[in-house]
């Protein structure tokens, strides 16, 4: 019961969560200059419009009608009051999904970020089980085996992988493979060089501390061997801190990681982020947002019903 109450608890959180997190956000795309209206008008005058500081839009569209100003603001529904266009991206447009792009106006949000789900998808569950299926194990020798051959001569590869920045690794891995060869192994590397040093070390600690506990040296004194303690108490309280990453992949599946699809030019959910970022397409924009807060919100909820699962005797009561 005590468990259930908490569940309930965090369901009823996510509601002010949710809008806190888009209420921020949908702010900052309304109220910080450089966005769609003068990137449009610079546009109009022949300006590029790659990479330039919300500055230099501010002074290029200085001079511009403004009745033509106020023509853009009605079209991208500026023109209203703030709580008003709030209300219809969240309730009228169904978080921003049935927005047409400012970048893309013959298509909705919905209609570009669809097509963009399954690819990431595709990467994001990958790596996320070759991960932890690496990493797992891996952590697990590297306990046992602690400070001998294995554990050190592991280690030397897990403290590079955690060295090298994900940008650099891809950068590489796309200048010694050809292009036939990296379609998946180089991004999938380096999906899995962003947490294998994480991983391995966590589950590497996490069970030399169970192994080193009371309860173990209890339960072989009482004459189990020290592997049946090992694999059927430690190990399973060892994967409890583990658990707490399985909530982010919700959130990994959904959005992609922008450097990895950028650089082997995957056309995923994080490019798509990234491209509206750079057109300041905030329609596109808040509406991946909106689907990554819900399924981050939906994850960490799944990984605390996750640690009940992997130890019942976990008690909420101290929780807020």
Not at 31 to 40: A, D, K, S, V
Not at 68 to 91: C, W
Not at 261 to 279: K, N, Q, V, Y
Request: proline fraction near 4%.
């Amino acid at each position: 019961m005590e468990h259930l109450v908490y569940i309930l608890r965090r369901i009823l959180l996510i509601v002010p969560t949710f809008l806190g997190i888009t209420l921020v956000c949908f702010a900052l795309t309304r109220f910080l200059p450089g966005g769609p209206i003068e990137l449009r008008l610079m546009r109009m005058k022949g300006i590029g419009a790659g990479g330039e500081s919300a500055q230099t839009m501010q002074t290029s569209a200085q001079g511009v009608s403004e009745t033509y100003r106020k023509e853009l603001e009605a079209q991208f529904g500026f023109d209203k009051p703030f709580f008003v266009q709030y209300y219809n991206y969240l309730v009228v447009n169904k978080m921003g999904l049935m927005l047409p792009s400012y970048d893309h106006p013959e298509k909705t949000v919905w209609q570009l970020i669809k097509r963009r789900i399954p690819i990431s998808v595709l990467f994001g569950l990958t790596s996320f089980f070759l991960t932890y299926l690496i990493c797992i194990p891996l952590g697990v020798i590297k306990a046992l085996k602690h400070r001998q051959f294995f554990d050190a001569a592991s280690s030397l590869i897990v403290f590079a992988s955690y060295a090298i920045p994900t940008f650099a690794l891809g950068m590489m891995l796309k200048t010694l493979m050809p292009s036939s060869e990296e379609s998946m192994f180089a991004p999938l590397a380096c999906y899995v060089a962003g947490s294998f040093a994480m991983l391995s070390l966590l589950m590497k600690n996490s069970l030399l501390d169970q192994i080193s506990s009371d309860y173990v040296r209890t339960v072989i004194a009482k004459g189990a061997s020290r592997t049946r303690a090992i694999w059927m108490h430690a190990f399973r309280n060892a994967m409890i801190p583990l658990v707490t990453g399985l909530g982010s992949v919700f959130s990994l599946l959904f959005a992609g990681s922008i450097i990895v699809e950028t650089i082997f030019e995957i056309p995923g959910m994080g490019r798509l982020s990234w491209d509206a970022l750079i057109a300041r397409d905030y329609a596109v924009f808040l509406g991946l947002l909106s689907l990554t807060a819900v399924f981050q919100l939906f994850g960490n909820l799944v990984s605390d019903v996750l640690y009940v699962v992997v130890d019942p005797r976990i008690s909420f009561s101290s929780k807020s």
